[in-house]
DNA sequence: ATATTTATTGATTGACGAGTCAATTAAAAG
DNA sequence: CTTTTAATTGACTCGTCAATCAATAAATAT
C-alpha cells in the first residue's frame, strides 16, 4: 500500500489552511507565510507547489466551491419531489460545514477576490450558474414560467444571509436563514404548497 | 462671502476619491497615493487630514452610508402608504447613484472592511439596523406579526442583488432587481394586496 | 551503490507602500 | 509689515511580503 503522494498531503493541507486563515483574518490580506506556517510547512514550498498567491487562492476557491457542489449532490440524492429537492438545495447552503462563519468569510472574500482576478471571476459564474440551474430544475414544474424569476430571487436571498452570517448578525443563524427561504418559498408557491398540505393531510 | 474652509473641500475630495478608487479597482488594496493623485494632492496630505488609511476609509462609509440615508428619506417623503414607502425605500436602494458600479463595490468592499475594523463593523451595523427598523415600521400594517421576518427578508434580498451587481451580472440590473424585490412583497403580503388591488379597482 | 528526481527550507532580493518629517508656501491675525 | 497658523509637499524611513534561489535531504529509479 503505497503511501500517497505527499505532494497532495501538503496540497490540500495548504489549501485547509487558505481557507481558513483567510476566514479567521476576514480579510485577503493574509501572508502565504501565515499561511504555509499554518499547514506545517515553509512558505518557499506554498510558492513551490501553487506557484503564486493568487494560484493559491484560487485553488481554496476551488476547493470549497467543489466541497459545496458535492455536499449538494449528496443531499438531494434519495429525493424526488421537487419542492423537496430545493429544499435540500437550502439546507446545504445553510448546512454547518457551509455556514461556518470561518467558510462564509472565505466566500465573502472569494467575492472580492472576483473582482480583480478574471479567473475568480469565471470560478464564481461556474458556481452561480450551477446553483441557478439546479434550482431552476427543481423550480420549473412547480412555478411555471415564473421559475426563472424565483431561482434568481431564491439565490439572492441565500448570498443575502451569508452576507449577514459573515458580519456575525447574531439574530440571524442557520435555522432562522432555513426558515426565511423556505418561507419564502411557500409563498410563492402557495398554489403548490397547498397542494402538498393537501396531500399530507 | 468667505470661500469655504480649503480643509473641507480636500477633505470631501480625498474622500470621493477613496470611494471611487476602491469601487473601481474592486478592492481595499488601493494605496494611499492613488487616491490622493486622484483627488490632486500629495499622498502626505491624505495622512495629515485623516491620519490613517483606515481611518480615510472609514470617512468613505460614513459618506456613502449618509448620502444613502438621505436619498432614502427624500425619496420616502411626501408619500403615505406603508407599501408605498417601502417600494420608496426599495427604490433607493438601486438608484442610479446607490446602484452604480462602482459604488456597490465600495459596499462590498466596506462589509470586507467591517470583518478587521471594528469601526467599521459598527457602522454597518447602523447602518442595518436603520434600514430594519425603517422597513419594520412601515411592514407592522402590512405583515402584523410577520413583519420581522418579511423585514429581514427583504433587507437579505437587498444585500444578495447587491452581490449580483458587483459581480456585474449582466442579467439583473436595477430594474430587474427592483422587480424581485416588490414581486416578493406582493407574494408575501397577498392578503394586504389583494385589498389594494380591491382598493384600486 | 549510484544517479535522478522530488521535497523542502533558510536566506535573500526587490518592490512596494504606510506613515513621518522637515521644509516651503500661502493665508490670517495682530 | 510681521507673526502665527494652516496647507502642502518631496524625500525619507522602516517594515512587510511575494517571489527566487541555491543548498540539503529524502525518496525512486537504474
Known amino acids: 500500500m503505497a503511501r500517497a503522494n505527499v505532494s497532495a498531503l501538503r496540497k490540500s493541507a495548504l489549501i485547509a489552511a487558505t481557507v481558513d486563515q483567510i476566514g479567521k483574518t476576514g480579510s485577503l490580506e493574509v501572508t502565504v507565510s501565515q499561511i504555509a506556517r499554518k499547514a506545517g510547512v515553509s512558505s518557499a514550498l506554498a510558492h513551490h507547489y501553487f506557484g503564486s498567491k493568487e494560484q493559491l487562492f484560487l485553488a481554496a ?56 482576478s ?48 459573515a458580519l456575525r448578525n447574531e439574530s440571524l443563524d442557520a435555522t432562522a436563514s432555513i426558515g426565511l427561504v423556505t418561507g419564502y418559498l411557500d409563498a410563492i408557491l402557495c398554489t403548490t404548497t397547498h397542494h402538498r398540505e393537501a396531500q399530507r393531510a
Open 61 to 116: 476557491m476551488r476547493a470549497v466551491l467543489s466541497e459545496f457542489g458535492n455536499e449538494v449532490r449528496a443531499e438531494r440524492s434519495g429525493l424526488v419531489a421537487p419542492r423537496d429537492r430545493v429544499d435540500a438545495i437550502v439546507r446545504t447552503c445553510f448546512s454547518p460545514t457551509n455556514f461556518q462563519p470561518e467558510v462564509v468569510a472565505a466566500w465573502l472574500n472569494f467575492y472580492v477576490l472576483a473582482q480583480t
Open 118 to 165: 478574471d479567473q475568480a471571476h469565471r470560478l464564481l459564474r461556474v458556481y452561480q450558474r450551477r446553483l441557478h440551474s439546479n434550482l431552476l430544475a427543481e423550480l420549473r414544474p412547480l412555478a411555471g414560467p415564473d421559475a426563472v424569476q424565483v431561482a434568481q430571487t431564491v439565490a439572492a436571498l441565500i448570498d443575502g444571509f451569508y452576507i449577514r452570517q
